[in-house]
């Protein structure tokens, strides 16, 4: 029995960043009910994107679920930010050294939703204290900081692990993956027990982006 029904997040790091918004309309138009927003500093991650002020603008025009998904060694210092912004998911990453319970509690004490990444090389056993409290786990399946990077096979017995983790302790996360997701590799995802899937560059790229959506959430 799944936890959660499917959902494909694109991610509008791969839009025409000439103009977000109507890289995000075309989200909409194809029938997405999530928009993934990669946001890095140049830092953490070997690039940079864009930031609260960028999400804060393209939020009241539109509807669509804003994952925010936060590639930043210091996160705690902008949650107020992305909060402000309109974020409804902000996600961080357990490699940086600060606060991270506090963090995940400061998210939810302001109603918004809030998940944990770990990227491919970081064994689940990582997160697992944060497990209870989050609303989401982000696997990544490249490691960040680039769009149109190919899917790391070796992250399939975690995303595993972490279902089966979900299942035996009865926890409420979403399990997400991020990082090659295209038709093939979203297959051997939700097989493995995914169910929020990013795809940047397939889903732009996809000649049929109703399609890609419906094969992604079967
Ligand atoms: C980290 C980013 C990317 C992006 C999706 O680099 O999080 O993974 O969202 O990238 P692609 O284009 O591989 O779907
Ligand atoms: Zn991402």
Redesign the pocket.
């Known amino acids: 029995m799944k936890t959660h029904k499917n959902i494909l997040a694109p991610?509008l790091?791969?839009g025409d960043h000439s103009s977000l918004l109507s890289a995000l309309k075309e989200v909409e138009t194809a029938g997405a009910q999530w928009i993934?927003l990669?946001i890095m500093d140049g830092h953490f991650?070997p690039n940079l994107s864009f930031g609260p002020q960028t999400v804060a603008d393209l939020r009241p025009k539109s509807s669509l679920f804003f994952d925010v998904?936060l590639?930043l060694s210091q996160p705690h210092k902008y949650i107020d930010a992305f909060l402000k912004a309109g974020s409804e998911l902000i996600t961080i990453h357990v490699e940086p050294d600060y606060p991270i319970q506090q963090t995940l509690d400061k998210i939810k004490e302001a109603n918004c939703q809030c998940g944990i990444a770990l990227n491919p090389n970081v064994s689940a056993a990582e997160v697992e204290p944060f497990l209870p409290s989050v609303d989401l786990v982000l696997a990544?399946t490249?490691f960040?900081?680039?769009?149109?990077?190919s899917f790391h096979e070796e992250v399939l017995p975690k995303l595993k692990e972490l279902n089966e983790l979900r299942k035996k302790n009865n926890y409420h996360y979403r399990l997400e993956v991020?990082?090659?997701?295209d038709l093939k590799t979203a297959e051997l995802c939700k097989e493995m027990g995914v169910d929020t899937l990013?795809?940047?560059?397939?889903?732009f790229k996809a000649s049929d982006r109703l399609n890609f959506i419906n094969k992604i959430e079967s």
Request: aromatic share 8%; hydrophobic share 45%; proline share 4%.
């Open positions: 991610s790091l791969a993934h990669d991650v998904h590639m990544m490249v960040p900081g680039f769009g149109g990077q991020d990082g090659g997701i990013v795809a940047g560059t397939a889903f």
